[in-house]
Structures are given as structure tokens and as C-alpha cells.
């Protein structure tokens, strides 16, 4: 049997089975994160996988089955009433290097400004605060807020449901060229930011796109990544 060499391979951490691939990631890779969002640290759940792969279903869920967006918010909700905290939502949109703010019925354009040592700014995203499960919108970026005597922002927690990559040479694609390009590159940015981070790079290419720009301060530093 002639021996086939791969020119390219990659270390996986952990397989899950299909069939129970959302409690299994909740279990193993979510809920440890989530104390860290309450100590102040900001936690990133990345969804990236190929067109039709059911990365949404898995992120945002459906009317059969509760996505992780769901359940991470409810275990959240429970820490935050035990501590006296209080927890917000914020939901949005990258498309074609525009910011837009989903919970907003005329999707406004969010300016990602960088302020006083390099802290990047999000103007006109607003914070939603979330009380029960009922009211929550299935928001991408969930934040913890301490409810003691000196209030202030703790740690916040981001799903991003990336788009697939797309092969420009198919021809039963449903994007044109050019946007098949812009979806590429966004996603060639934030894999160029995993790589520079993962390797501790001195330099890490955060203005490579709007996406790497305003999660800078998300993804830097020791916060946390899955």
C-alpha cells in the first residue's frame, strides 16, 4: 500500500460526536470559561468551519434545539443573580468591513475608534441589559457588570459565527467574485491573528480587518479563546 503524505497537517485538542456536539462543548470548553468572565477576563467562542457545516446551528441553535449562545447565557444569568451582578448583551454585524448594530430596526453603523493606549471603542453599540432568558436576544457579545458597592464592567464573553470560506473557482457559488474575496480575506485576518497570538508574535495584525479591530481587546492579553 503506497504510503500518501500530506503536505499540511493540524493537532485537534478533542473530537466530538455529532449527536451530542453542543453539550459536549458547553461541558467541556464553555463553562470553564465562564468564571473568567466574572474575574474580569474576556472569553471568545469562534465558530469557523466550511459552508453548510451547521456552525450557526451550533452558535445560535433553532426552534428544535438551544444553540450555545443560549445556554452559555442562562448558566451566566445564574452566576451573575448568585453574585449580585448584572449582565447586558450586544449584537452585531460585520459585513463588507461595516459594523452594524443588530438590535437597532435600521442596522446603524458602528464606528470602531481607538482610544487613550490603543483601547478600541465601539460607538453606537449599545449595551442591552438582560435580566431573564426570555429577554435575551441571542447576542454575540455578552457582558458581566460587578454589582457591589463600586460598580463597574468585569469581563465580557463574544460567539462569532464566522462565514464559510468559499472556493472563487466553483461556479454554482451564491456570492459574486468580489464578495467571495472580502469573505476570504476576513477570514484569512483572523486566522493571521489566532497564528501571531498563539505564537507570541511581537507584532499581531489586529487593522488587517474591522473584525480583528474591535475584538483587540477581547482577544489580547490572557483572556481566552475556543
Do not use: W
Not at 463553562?31 to 468551519?49: C, W
Not at 451566566?76 to 443573580?81: C, D, N
Not at 464606528?111 to 483601547?119: I, R, S
Not at 473557482?169 to 451564491?174: F, H, L
Amino acid at each position: 500500500m503506497k504510503k500518501i503524505q500530506f503536505e499540511n497537517s493540524y493537532k485537534l485538542d478533542y473530537c466530538y460526536k455529532e449527536n451530542r456536539i453542543t453539550g459536549s462543548i458547553l461541558s467541556k470548553e464553555i463553562k470553564p470559561l465562564i468564571s473568567t468572565v466574572f474575574e474580569g477576563k474576556d472569553a471568545n467562542v469562534i465558530a469557523h468551519r466550511a459552508r453548510n457545516c451547521r456552525k450557526t446551528h451550533l452558535i445560535h441553535g433553532n426552534d428544535r434545539e438551544l444553540g450555545l449562545t443560549v445556554l452559555t447565557m442562562s448558566e451566566i444569568l445564574s452566576m451573575a443573580e448568585e453574585r449580585g451582578d448584572s449582565v447586558s448583551v450586544s449584537v452585531y454585524e460585520v459585513s463588507q468591513e461595516t459594523v452594524y448594530d443588530l438590535l437597532d430596526q435600521e442596522k446603524r453603523v458602528v464606528a470602531v475608534l481607538e482610544g487613550a493606549q490603543g483601547k478600541i471603542q465601539l460607538k453606537g453599540l449599545p449595551q442591552v441589559p438582560v435580566k431573564s432568558l426570555s429577554e435575551f436576544h441571542k447576542g454575540v457579545m455578552i457582558h458581566a457588570t460587578t454589582g457591589n458597592a463600586n460598580p463597574g464592567s468585569l469581563g465580557r464573553m463574544n460567539f462569532l459565527d464566522m462565514a464559510g470560506y468559499e472556493d472563487s473557482r466553483k461556479q454554482n457559488s451564491a456570492l459574486a467574485p468580489l464578495e467571495i474575496a472580502r469573505v476570504n480575506k476576513l477570514i484569512y485576518a483572523l486566522q493571521n491573528v489566532m497564528y501571531a497570538l498563539n505564537g507570541n508574535e511581537s507584532h499581531v495584525p489586529y487593522r488587517e480587518s474591522k473584525l480583528t479591530r474591535m475584538l483587540k481587546d477581547c482577544l489580547k492579553g490572557c483572556n481566552r479563546r475556543c
